[in-house]
């Protein structure tokens, strides 16, 4: 492995107090200088006390009996989740001897939080990046990828046109000088949000209602965090995996097309690293509902508190914590929750990919177009959704419909009909999961 600067483990990731003292120790004092290499060590859920960063929803904001129980990414190094998958892949590739620093350049196709994570890591390992997105992304995250370095090359359209920003990847590859994280389609995102994101999950569950995992809610991008319910499912085979998609933009329910305002979710395909075997129901979230919500929840706490008749200050803890997607994840996880009529005991979990830090531009792009937010609003989003939005996918013919699109999709990006076949059996995912311990000790014996 030539690199200069190592990081961590899987394992060190999911308990990062097992890191050697005095590198736990660096990295907690280092987190205050983001762009200080030892950074990298900070890749985890868990915070200083070594407990998985998470909250609760009241359930006067919520209105279900069930838990919500939200994991929170903002604290992670570049200000999401995503920064895992986008250092996983960087860090498999060297061990391979496939990037070296010096030699390659950086390419992050995404649209945007993988982005950010990919010119970020580059920067603390001495990469030059080029992250590919599409041109219709909120100005916060172009403006945090050029903050680390990072060059951008911008496709047509939105977030429901990433099939271009595959395409241009294409080119890239033509160069060996040129390595691609490509999270929609490399096993290292499915390692890392399978491994450290679900197990995870399942800690984060501990210590609320029956301490089990009743249900996983997750919007799929490149779908990396919905590994987390395999996990999940393997610690609780009667949990169900829930995978949410914009109404605008509904490909996984009903093969359908458009263009939508979540960003980082709904990009008009089964992505390669989708293990849709896991997955049990798909549920369309009305994208305006998410950008409302983020509204309410971020500037109208105060609006919220007098609706629901919650003592004023009561969603201040909330302040900066969740973005667009993560609002729709919330959204997923209380209509799953309604939908299973769920009861108090039970725990659905969800995540917070990244903070508000990347949406004050969208949320005034709402005000342009439908004014002031009031106090009907709530009742709209927070108690909203209807049964015929959930589609349940775990009949033989749904899985059948979702591995024929995936196959559509990826053959023509030169994948094998055998690799794709491979993927229709849980032992193909196995045997990727697996392979972390053995990644785990050539990562330890290459930083000695």
């Known amino acids: 492995m030539k690199t200069t600067v190592p990081g961590p483990t899987y394992q060190e990731m999911l308990h990062p107090e097992l890191l050697p003292a005095a590198i736990r120790g660096a990295a907690l004092a280092g987190a205050a200088t983001e762009l200080d290499p030892i950074n990298l060590f900070n890749i985890t859920w868990r915070g200083a006390d070594n407990q ?38 960087l860090m498999e590739g060297e061990l391979a001897g496939e990037i ?110 029956n301490g089990r995992v009743a249900g996983f ?4 991008g490149s779908a990396g965090t919905l590994a987390a319910g395999d996990e999940v499912k393997a610690q609780y085979p009667e949990a169900v995996v829930c995978a949410l998609e914009p109404k605008e933009c509904s490909t996984l329910f009903n093969d359908g097309r458009g263009t939508h305002r979540i960003e980082g979710i ?29 509204e309410l929840v971020e500037r109208r706490a105060a609006l919220v508190e007098q609706v629901l008749g919650m003592p004023q200050g009561s969603l201040a803890v909330f302040a900066g914590m969740f973005g667009v997607s993560g609002i729709c994840n919330v959204l997923g996880a209380v209509r799953l929750a309604r939908h299973l009529n769920l009861g108090f005991e039970d725990n659905v979990v969800t995540i917070a990919t990244d903070g508000f830090d990347r949406y004050p531009s969208v949320l005034a792009d709402l005000e342009k177009r439908r004014g002031p937010v009031d106090a009907s609003s709530f009742e709209e989003v927070f108690r909203g959704g209807t049964p015929d939005e959930i589609l349940d996918v ?28 491979s993927m229709q059996s849980q032992g193909f995912w196995d045997g990727e999961f697996e392979k972390i311990e053995v990644i785990d000790r050539a990562l330890i014996s290459a930083r000695k």
């Open 52 to 89: 998985v960063r998470h909250v609760v929803l009241p359930k006067e904001l919520t209105g279900v009996r069930a838990n919500i129980v939200v994991m929170v990414g903002r604290h992670f190094p570049s200000g999401s989740h995503k920064v895992g998958p986008a250092y996983t892949t």
């Open 266 to 294: 709904g990009d008009k395909m089964v992505t390669l690293i989708h293990n849709v075997l896991t997955t049990d129901y798909v549920m369309l979230v009305h994208d305006d509902d998410c950008v409302i919500g983020l």
């Open 394 to 421: 775990r009949g033989k013919d749904e899985k059948q419909r979702l591995f024929h699109y995936k196959e559509q999709v990826w053959s023509a990006f030169h994948y094998s009909h055998a690799y794709l076949e």
């Open 100 to 209: 070296s620093p010096g030699v390659h350049t950086i390419i992050g196709p995404s649209t945007g939080n993988f982005g950010i994570g990919v010119a970020y890591v580059s920067k603390l390992k001495g990469y030059p990046a080029v992250v590919i997105m599409p041109e219709g992304m909120s100005r916060e995250r172009y403006e945090r990828i050029r903050q680390y370095g990072g060059q951008l090359d911008l496709t047509p359209g939105s977030e429901s046109d990433v099939i271009l920003v595959l395409e241009r990847t294409e080119d890239y590859k033509k160069d060996p000088k040129n390595k691609i994280l490509a999270q929609f389609e490399l096993l290292p995102n499915y390692r890392f949000h399978r491994y450290v994101t679900g197990r995870s999950a399942i800690d984060a569950a501990r210590g609320h209602g």
């Open 217 to 220: 809610v997750s919007a799929p």
